[in-house]
C-alpha cells in the first residue's frame, strides 16, 4: 500500500472519533465515507477503490434455483460447511441479541430471532445472496448512532441495495481506507479492554477460554473453530465444577446395625467414581438406608455406580433402601437400573 493510505486511513479515524463533538445528528462512520471519497476524488489520488475490489451487481436480485444436483452426494459436501456456519451465526445472533437488549432496555424474543434468521437465510439462497446473522461489533455500532429499533436495520439494507443498483458508479469510488477507517474503529469499539484486566480477577477456567477462543480464530483464520474449542472448554469445566458440588454423608443407628448415606449433588459420569468411594462395604450392616433427595441422578453412569454400591450392600448381607428419588432421577433409574433383576451382580461386575 502507498503511503497516502496510511494517512487517509488516519484521518478517517481523526472524523470517527472527533466529528460526535460537533454534532451525533450524522453518523461520524458516514462522513467519514463522504469525506475521504470527495478529497481522492477531487484531487485524483491513486488509492485502492471499492470497484477495484470486484465488480458490483448493476440489478436487483433474481429468483434462481441453484444450478446443483439435488442428491446426497451434494449434502454430504455442504453438510459440514454449513453446520459449522448455522452454528456460529446461531451463537452470533444470541450474542449480540443479548448484548443489544441491555443497551436499549428493550427485550427481544430469542426465539422468533432464530427463526426469523433461518427463514432469510433459506430465502436469500434462491436469490443468490449469502447465509448472514447479527454481528456485535456493526449492532454496536446502529445503537451508538441512533438506531434503537428494526426500522434502522431496515433502513440500512434498503440504503444499501439502492446505494448499489442505482449509485454503484459512485459506490465504486468508495477509497478502501475509508472502510478500513471505520472497521479499525468497529474492532476498537467491539473488543473488551477490561476483559484484559479482568484476566486476574475472574475465575482462572474462565480466561483459559476466552484465550483458547481467541488463539483459535487468529491461528486458524476460522471462527467456527474458535467456537468449537470454546465450547468443548467451557464444557469440560463446567463438569468440573459440577462433580465438586457433591458430598455424601452418613450416620449409624443407635444399635449399629443399620447406618443411612445422604448424597448431596450431581450424581453424573464425573462425580460417579466419588459416589462409590464414599461408601463403606467392609462395615458389619443389617441395613442400609441410600437418602437420595438432596441429589439428582443424571446418567448411565450414575445409574451403573448405585447398582454398583446397592449390589455391594446386598453381596455382604445387608438389605438396602434407596429412598428421595425426584421424578427424573425415578424415571432414569427405574428405566436403566439392575440392582433388582435376577443375576443382577455378575451382568454388572461382567461390564
Same mark, same amino acid.
Given at each position: 500500500?502507498? @503511503?497516502?493510505?496510511?494517512?487517509?486511513?488516519?484521518?478517517?479515524?481523526?472524523?470517527?472519533?472527533?466529528?460526535?463533538?460537533?454534532?451525533?445528528?450524522?453518523?461520524?462512520?458516514?462522513? *467519514?465515507?463522504?469525506?475521504?471519497?470527495?478529497?481522492?476524488?477531487?484531487?485524483?489520488?491513486?488509492?485502492?477503490?471499492?470497484?477495484?475490489?470486484?465488480?458490483?451487481?448493476?440489478?436487483?436480485?433474481?429468483?434462481?434455483?441453484?444450478?446443483?444436483?439435488?442428491?446426497?452426494?451434494?449434502?454430504?459436501?455442504?453438510?459440514?460447511?454449513?453446520?459449522?456456519?448455522?452454528?456460529?451465526?446461531?451463537?452470533?445472533?444470541?450474542?449480540?441479541?443479548?448484548?443489544?437488549?441491555?443497551?436499549?432496555?428493550?427485550?427481544?424474543?430469542?426465539?422468533?430471532? *432464530?427463526?426469523? +434468521?433461518?427463514?432469510?437465510?433459506?430465502?436469500?439462497?434462491?436469490?443468490?445472496?449469502?447465509?448472514? *446473522?447479527?454481528?456485535?461489533?456493526? #449492532?454496536?455500532?446502529?445503537?451508538?448512532?441512533?438506531?434503537?429499533?428494526?426500522? #434502522?436495520?431496515?433502513?440500512?439494507? !434498503?440504503?444499501?441495495?439502492?446505494?448499489?443498483?442505482?449509485?454503484?458508479?459512485?459506490?465504486?469510488?468508495?477509497?478502501?481506507?475509508?472502510?478500513?477507517?471505520?472497521?479499525?474503529?468497529?474492532?476498537?469499539?467491539?473488543?473488551? @479492554?477490561?476483559?484484559?484486566?479482568?484476566?486476574?480477577?475472574?475465575?482462572?477456567?474462565?480466561?483459559?477460554?476466552?484465550?483458547?477462543?481467541?488463539?483459535?480464530?487468529?491461528?486458524?483464520?476460522?471462527?467456527?473453530?474458535?467456537?468449537?474449542?470454546?465450547?468443548?472448554?467451557?464444557?469440560?469445566?463446567?463438569?468440573?465444577?459440577?462433580? +465438586?458440588?457433591?458430598?455424601?454423608?452418613?450416620?449409624? #443407628?443407635?444399635?449399629?446395625? !443399620?447406618?443411612?448415606?445422604?448424597?448431596?449433588?450431581?450424581?453424573?459420569?464425573?462425580?460417579?467414581?466419588?459416589?462409590?468411594?464414599?461408601?463403606?462395604?467392609?462395615?458389619?450392616?443389617?441395613?442400609?438406608?441410600?437418602?437420595?433427595?438432596?441429589?439428582?441422578? @443424571?446418567?448411565?453412569?450414575?445409574?451403573?455406580?448405585?447398582?454398583?454400591?446397592?449390589?455391594?450392600?446386598?453381596?455382604?448381607?445387608?438389605?438396602?433402601?434407596?429412598?428421595?428419588?425426584?421424578?427424573?432421577?425415578?424415571?432414569?433409574?427405574?428405566?436403566?437400573?439392575?440392582?433388582?433383576?435376577?443375576?443382577?451382580?455378575?451382568?454388572?461386575?461382567?461390564?
Amino acid at each position: 500500500m502507498p @503511503w497516502l493510505t496510511y494517512v487517509m486511513v488516519a484521518a478517517g479515524l481523526a472524523i470517527i472519533y472527533l466529528f460526535p463533538y460537533v454534532t451525533k445528528a450524522v453518523p461520524s462512520p458516514l462522513i *467519514c465515507i463522504f469525506a475521504l471519497t470527495a478529497v481522492t476524488m477531487t484531487f485524483g489520488f491513486d488509492v485502492r477503490t471499492v470497484g477495484d475490489m470486484g465488480e458490483l451487481p448493476s440489478t436487483l436480485p433474481i429468483f434462481l434455483l441453484p444450478d446443483i444436483p439435488l442428491n446426497f452426494e451434494t449434502l454430504w459436501i455442504i453438510f459440514p460447511v454449513a453446520a459449522a456456519v448455522a452454528a456460529v451465526g446461531l451463537l452470533e445472533s444470541l450474542m449480540t441479541a443479548s448484548i443489544v437488549d441491555d443497551l436499549t432496555d428493550q427485550p427481544s424474543n430469542k426465539n422468533q430471532e *432464530c427463526i426469523g +434468521q433461518g427463514l432469510a437465510n433459506t430465502a436469500t439462497g434462491f436469490i443468490g445472496g449469502m447465509a448472514g *446473522c447479527a454481528m456485535i461489533g456493526q #449492532s454496536m455500532i446502529n445503537v451508538k448512532s441512533g438506531g434503537r429499533g428494526r426500522l #434502522s436495520t431496515f433502513t440500512a439494507g !434498503a440504503v444499501l441495495l439502492f446505494l448499489i443498483v442505482v449509485l454503484g458508479d459512485w459506490v465504486k469510488q468508495i477509497p478502501m481506507a475509508a472502510l478500513v477507517a471505520i472497521m479499525i474503529m468497529v474492532s476498537i469499539g467491539t473488543f473488551s @479492554w477490561s476483559s484484559i484486566k479482568s484476566l486476574r480477577t475472574h475465575p482462572r477456567s474462565s480466561s483459559v477460554v476466552m484465550l483458547a477462543t481467541v488463539a483459535s480464530v487468529v491461528f486458524t483464520h476460522n471462527l467456527a473453530i474458535g467456537v468449537l474449542v470454546g465450547v468443548l472448554l467451557s464444557g469440560i469445566f463446567f463438569t468440573w465444577k459440577i462433580a +465438586q458440588i457433591f458430598r455424601i454423608t452418613s450416620t449409624i #443407628s443407635d444399635d449399629g446395625k !443399620a447406618r443411612t448415606y445422604v448424597v448431596e449433588g450431581q450424581v453424573f459420569f464425573a462425580s460417579a467414581g466419588a459416589f462409590n468411594d464414599a461408601f463403606d462395604f467392609r462395615e458389619a450392616l443389617e441395613r442400609v438406608v441410600i437418602d437420595v433427595s438432596q441429589a439428582h441422578i @443424571w446418567d448411565i453412569s450414575s445409574v451403573a455406580a448405585l447398582d454398583m454400591v446397592v449390589l455391594k450392600f446386598r453381596r455382604e448381607g445387608a438389605e438396602v433402601e434407596i429412598i428421595g428419588l425426584n421424578e427424573a432421577s425415578e424415571t432414569i433409574v427405574d428405566k436403566l437400573a439392575i440392582h433388582d433383576r435376577p443375576g443382577a451382580l455378575q451382568q454388572l461386575m461382567g461390564h
